[in-house]
């Protein structure tokens, strides 16, 4: 496997460093379709033709009969969609901003390991057939490495789907623009204008391939460093082209980009903890400067196995399901919305598969584990050893490799030189007795009504926990079986305790739920071929209780999030409340706990737990949403917690707050 | 007796001569473009060498069918002829390998008195009834179920063949079913009217065939399809005979079972006459034809004439495979055609803006009507084309078109000693999918081709055949030569079926005029549903109990008879 990756730092540096690397001359490929001609529009040509496109005509029609305008002036809107929506793509210019870009990832990453020859066959698919890239979304490199990557690999760059904060700098935006990012909202609401607008952009790029698209199938860069759930909206969009015959087929190349350290790392950790996000501006960005001198180690681009939607839908959703209606009046009923989910499932299940599990990671659970066991909150370097030995162990016994690079004891101590912002050992490594310590990061305490203390020490908790969570993918399937292993015995109720967690913790750890049966029924077999535990007859005996119950403390914590959040929903009164209002009542309670019991960590503080908590709830009934709040709903929270504390005692172990 | 079984023999020789210019260049086209090779021909064994398996007797019914005087025959070549249509696979198996089962027994009934008595026997002595007209189905729909266990007997039309009377203040005309198209037609020009009916097997097809398969004719803009024709029709079934009291333009009379006899495929009984409507002869007949830079063009031009309802008697688009194909064919030798194409890119290019020889398409057309009403419709339909930057291309070239997809129907025994096996099918489909369905089908058979090794190029080529208000029909004919190929009736297949799939998932039909018969059999389910085929199966139980009419078309004849 890794001998299929090449060091792209290597590579430019083969092809006479940066400067040269943009300069070289490349041929990209154009994509003719079977009985299409190879269409050779320019940005503005793109532009004229959604605007002028049946759908676009048919929503400004629409707009004005319902808000009593002109069509002309829906027109005018429309252009104005279009022009902040659209990409100028430009090869001169990317030439340009492209040296900036490769001079940067190739000065603060150590390696960029690629599997090239995946992406340079992609040309000749694209020559007749549009390509969709789907990356996972962990940092804005993402989109600029993909560029830089699929250049040097002469493949056509491609149409970049990006979220609109990237726009909040305008001289970034127009950048980002002419090296063909086109920019989304994220609430589009009933706008009819840029649904219809946006719709056809989209399409018609993929229809007349253009060039190739690239999308982030989770919406927006994952803060948490776990995969986030599919949005399905858009990808519906990307394959109705397909579905409606307009196309032939087109290929989906799933991408896993895998960083040993995140740029935004920091900042993202500060923006879980509630503080006004920094905005993205060109300032910021010339801050980043410091960022040169730092280094990220190393990243890993995987390009997956391209995926056909002729082959992989032809048998799920019939397209003659949809031909009785007129092209202009298209819709799709839940069954096939369903397959359109599955099949973003299916990406993110191979974004897993191409996500390797390090022992960093692993590492960093082991500190989670340790850090919420000690009084102190004090990690020795000896403990630490030991339990992260063990679980490399254990997880070798369940099947799931840990990556090794070199050997665990040179993995870890490049990490820890890697990470030493966030993270020390205090004296030699090599002492058991050496305490491992998180440094406390400067916090801004004008901005949170947190005290600084507490949050200084969450940022670099949240950090750790993100870098841990990058093994969760692997690891939550385990954890979640384990907590269900603890209450229960019989296998059917064993599977149904499975089932119900799988759901309450899907915010938390994406899966497909159609696919939980075949996922549960692979877990008993793996834990029982593991030792871990023993069938007889209908039930289920644990051989070892204490790596079940290690594991189950991996996701154990976000139950009790949970269940915290449940309380102060329930002490509300009127029972009204917004999202923003329950998480920093949830804060304060947790912050309340941790003063009391050490073993709740401050990382529960993140807004993005405990708006998981909220939405969960919200989906369970506890809540429910009204147009500028939720009104809650006592007795469905009550059931619920009585559910959930089968599984985790309540917090502050007996005494109630 | 010889005079029926004549009629019968498969269409070949005599149609070469009718296109006999066209011939001597189909050979060149075949070895530039589908690898046909004079060192590499398949020839068919004899006809005389294709195995017939030998007849089941039920001698009681034999008996019965002499003693009212009807005329048989048991004899193996009658016998042959009768078991099979005109698709690619019925001439694999007369050429190179032979029919499970053939009919046991024909008999040829002359009036519909004999049908009903030939029926009733059948019904008595358990015997299968399969009609037959002309033979020309394309859809396996003569062909007999290789597992039926009772006697078959082919019911031969061929003479009833007579036109019972014209009636010329009513402009209808009334015939036998047997009578062949030409022949109808024939008669009705001497007395100065036409039928308008002219399917491209006009020659061999016959009026009961027709009806009994809802047959579309080329010009049907201006007469109309044989269901808009049909006034009257006589319907021996089972049970009796059915048959309208009155001979009206039109009724209200609850559901029509007109419509129920009208692509009937034999399943239910036998038409023995019909009605059909006749008009004066045109004035005038002039043929034309207009060039496209490309199907789009093509097709928004198309797309305009429906909406404005001036399409000419006969409307067709064919892409550019077919336009390249015809014109090479035509000219005498190809360093012509190449000439005509490097004349073409100089002198046209400022003129025809946006012409390229591999994109651009033809139209042919027919104008029937008085003199200045073909002016008139001219006019219209030109003024319209060059709104969608089409370029009139000359009346010879219209005729040209016709006649050759005319001689390509009959030219596939030729193709075959070359190895060259190729069929068309056909489907509609609402005008807004109409290039959608047309390009993904074309890719799919291009990419199956590539699939399965088809080595020497393809025959890959779609024409729009007709216009309708809401939609149009589409006309594919596709070909690839069978050398390297270990079984080409395979692939062939595969291909074909591949090709319905996709045509349904693009929002095309199972068939605009061929049928079902039992080629398309698969698709019926999906595309009229449960609930319609126990209603179509109930009809025939209702009317066939005993499921004489066996030939297994369309669905399968419901298994419980009470
Ligand atoms: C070269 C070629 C070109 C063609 N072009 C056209 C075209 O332009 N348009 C078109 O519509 N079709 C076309 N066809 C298809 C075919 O010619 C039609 O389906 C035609 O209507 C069949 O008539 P037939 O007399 O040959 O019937 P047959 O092939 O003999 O029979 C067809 C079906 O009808 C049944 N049948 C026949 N006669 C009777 C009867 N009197 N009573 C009850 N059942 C009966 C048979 O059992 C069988 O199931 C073409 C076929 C060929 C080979």
Request: include cysteine; charged fraction near 25%; glycine fraction near 6%.
């Amino acid at each position: 496997m890794d001998t299929d990756y090449v060091d792209f730092i290597k590579e430019i540096n083969k092809q006479g460093g940066p400067f040269q690397f943009v300069r070289n001359a490349r041929e990209f490929p154009t994509c003719s379709q079977f009985g299409r001609k190879a269409t050779n529009r320019s940005p503005k040509d793109i532009i004229e033709s959604v605007l002028n496109s049946d759908k676009v005509m048919e929503a400004v029609r629409q707009y004005a009969a319902q808000n009593n305008v002109s069509v002309a002036e829906g027109q005018k809107q429309c252009r104005n969609i279009m022009e902040q929506m659209a990409h100028d793509f430009t090869l001169s210019n990317v030439r340009i901003f492209g040296y900036i870009i490769t001079k940067v990832i190739t000065t603060v990453f150590d390696e960029i390991l690629v599997n090239a020859k995946q992406l340079r066959a992609l040309r000749e698919t694209f020559k007749d057939t549009p390509v969709i890239f789907i990356p996972t979304h962990r940092t804005y490199i993402d989109f600029l490495l993909l560029s830089v990557l699929c250049f040097d690999q002469e493949m056509t760059l491609p149409a970049i789907a990006a979220a609109m904060d990237f726009m909040n700098s305008k001289m970034i935006g127009e950048i980002l623009r002419q090296c063909g990012a086109f920019f989304i909202r994220r609430a589009v609401g009933d706008d009819i204008l840029y649904w219809a607008i946006f719709t056809e952009y989209v399409q018609t790029h993929i229809v007349e391939g253009d060039r190739p698209v690239e999308f982030f199938i989770e919406g927006t860069r994952s803060r948490t460093n776990k995969s986030l759930p599919p949005k399905y909206g858009l990808l519906q969009i990307l394959l109705e082209p397909y579905l409606r015959g307009n196309i032939y087929d087109m290929v989906v190349v799933p991408v896993a980009m895998n960083y040993d350290k995140i740029l935004e790392e920091q900042l993202y950790a500060y923006e879980l903890l509630g503080f006004p996000k920094p905005k993205e501006s060109t300032s910021g960005l010339l801050k980043a400067r410091s960022i040169l001198d730092k280094s990220f180690g190393r990243v890993q681009v995987t390009f997956g196995k391209p995926i056909s939607i002729r082959e992989h839908l032809g048998v799920s959703i019939k397209r003659a399901t949809f031909v009785c209606q007129p092209d202009s009046q298209w819709k799709m009923s839940e069954v096939e919305k369903r397959h359109i989910r599955a099949f973003g499932h299916h990406i993110i299940k191979n974004h897993y598969e191409m996500s390797s599990v390090s022992v960093w990671s692993i590492a960093c659970s082991s500190i989670i584990l340790l850090t919420s066991d000690a009084k102190d909150n004090t990690v020795k370097c000896g403990d630490f050893l030991k339990l992260t030995h063990n679980l490399i162990d254990l997880l070798r016994s369940l099947e799931i490799q840990v990556h090794i690079r070199k050997t665990v004891a040179q993995d870890l101590e490049r990490a820890f030189k890697l990470h030493s912002d966030f993270i020390t050992i205090e004296g030699d490594a090599k002492d058991p007795n050496s305490i491992i310590r998180l440094t406390e990061l400067k916090v801004d305490g004008k901005k949170t009504k947190i005290s600084k203390d507490i949050l200084s020490q969450a940022v670099s908790l949240i950090i750790l926990t993100n870098h841990a969570n990058s093994s969760m993918h692997v690891l939550s399937t385990p954890s979640i079986f384990s907590l269900a292993l603890l209450s229960s015995s019989s296998i059917d109720k064993l599977k149904e305790c499975y089932k119900w967690l799988r759901t309450v913790l899907y915010s938390e750890f994406v899966h497909d739920p159609l696919d939980v049966d075949n996922e549960f029924d692979r877990i008993v077999q793996s834990f029982t071929l593991a030792g871990l535990i023993e069938s007889k007859e209908e039930s289920v005996i644990v051989k070892d209780i204490n790596y079940i119950e290690i594991l189950s403390r991996l996701t154990k914590p976000y139950l009790l999030i949970l269940s915290v959040m449940i309380d102060v929903l329930m002490d509300v009164s009127p029972l009204h409340i917004t999202m923003s209002e329950a998480t920093s009542l949830a804060q304060n309670r947790l912050i309340q706990l941790h003063d009391r019991d050490s073993s709740v960590l401050l990382s529960s503080l993140s807004a993005d737990i405990l708006k998981n908590a909220f939405t969960t709830l919200d989906q369970r009934g506890g809540l429910q949403k009204l147009a500028r709040n939720y009104s809650i709903h006592p007795e469905q929270l009550n059931n619920f917690k009585k559910q959930l504390t089968t599984y985790v005692e309540l917090p502050g172990r007996s005494s109630k707050i | 007796m010889a005079n029926p079984i004549q009629q019968h023999n498969v269409p070949t020789s005599y149609r070469y001569e009718i296109c006999g210019s066209t011939m001597s260049h189909i050979r060149p086209w075949l070895e530039k473009n589908l690898g046909g090779d004079v060192n590499w021909k398949v020839p068919g064994q004899n006809r005389a060498d294709c195995k017939v398996p030998t007849a089941l007797v039920n001698q009681p019914f034999i008996d019965a069918l002499r003693a009212v005087g009807l005329s048989y025959s048991n004899a193996p070549d009658h016998r042959l002829v009768r078991a099979h249509g005109q698709t690619m696979h019925d001439m694999m198996m007369l050429r190179y390998g032979s029919f499970k089962r053939v009919p046991d027994l024909v008999v040829w009934p002359r009036s519909e008195h004999d049908v009903t008595r030939i029926v009733d026997l059948a019904n008595a002595h358990d015997v299968v009834i399969i009609p037959i007209g002309g033979g020309t189905s394309v859809s396996h729909g003569v062909e007999c179920p290789a597992d039926e266990p009772r006697v078959i007997c082919s019911l031969d039309m061929a003479l009833m063949d007579k036109i019972v009377w014209i009636d010329r203040a009513n402009l209808l005309c009334r015939a036998e079913a047997g009578i062949v198209g030409s022949v109808l037609e024939k008669a009705l020009n001497d007395e100065g009217y036409t039928c308008g009916h002219e399917p491209d097997s006009i020659e061999f097809s016959t009026l009961g065939g027709w009806v009994s398969t809802r047959a579309s004719g080329m010009k049907k803009n201006k007469y109309g399809n044989i269901e808009d024709l049909l006034v009257h029709v006589n319907f021996v079934t089972s049970r009796g005979l059915i048959q309208k009291q009155c001979q009206v333009p039109r009724i209200s009379c609850g559901p029509d079972l007109h419509q129920v006899i009208l692509g009937s495929e034999g399943t239910m009984g036998v038409i023995t006459e019909v009605t059909i409507k006749i008009f004066p002869l045109p004035e005038v007949k002039r043929y034309g034809s207009l060039v496209f830079p490309d199907i789009d063009h093509g097709v928004s031009f198309f797309r305009e004439v429906a909406a404005k309802r001036c399409q000419p008697a006969s409307l067709r688009l064919v892409d550019n495979q077919q336009f390249v194909m015809g014109q090479s064919m035509k000219l005498d030798d190809q360093s012509i055609w190449e000439k005509f194409k490097s004349s073409l890119s100089k002198v046209y290019l400022t003129s025809w803006k946006g012409f390229k020889i591999d994109e651009m398409v033809a139209v042919t057309c027919v104008f029937e009507g008085a003199a200045d009403e073909v002016d008139f419709q001219e006019r219209t339909l030109y003024e319209i084309a060059g709104r969608h930057k089409g370029i009139v291309g000359g009346e010879a070239n219209g005729r040209y078109g016709y006649r050759l997809t005319f001689a390509i129907a009959y030219l596939r025994d030729l193709a075959m000693d070359f190895g060259v096996l190729g069929e068309s099918f056909e489907t509609s489909v609402p005008w807004d999918k109409v290039l959608n369905l047309c390009r993904n089908v074309k890719n799919l058979i291009a990419k199956e081709g590539a699939k399965h090794g088809v080595q020497f190029g393809m025959l890959n080529s779609c024409r729009v055949t007709q216009v309708y208000d809401s939609g149009a029909a589409v006309y594919f004919y596709f070909g690839f030569n069978s050398r390297g190929l270990k079984d080409p009736m395979h692939v062939y297949e595969a291909i074909e079926s591949a090709a319905r799939d996709e045509i349904i998932a693009c929002g095309g039909s199972i068939s605009h005029h061929h049928g079902i018969g039992k080629l398309r059999k698969a698709w019926v389910d999906t595309t009229v549903g449960p609930i319609a085929i126990s209603v179509m199966g109930a009809i025939k139980n209702e009317l066939d109990p005993k499921n004489i009419f066996a030939n297994n078309n369309i669905i399968d004849a419901p298994s419980s008879k009470l």
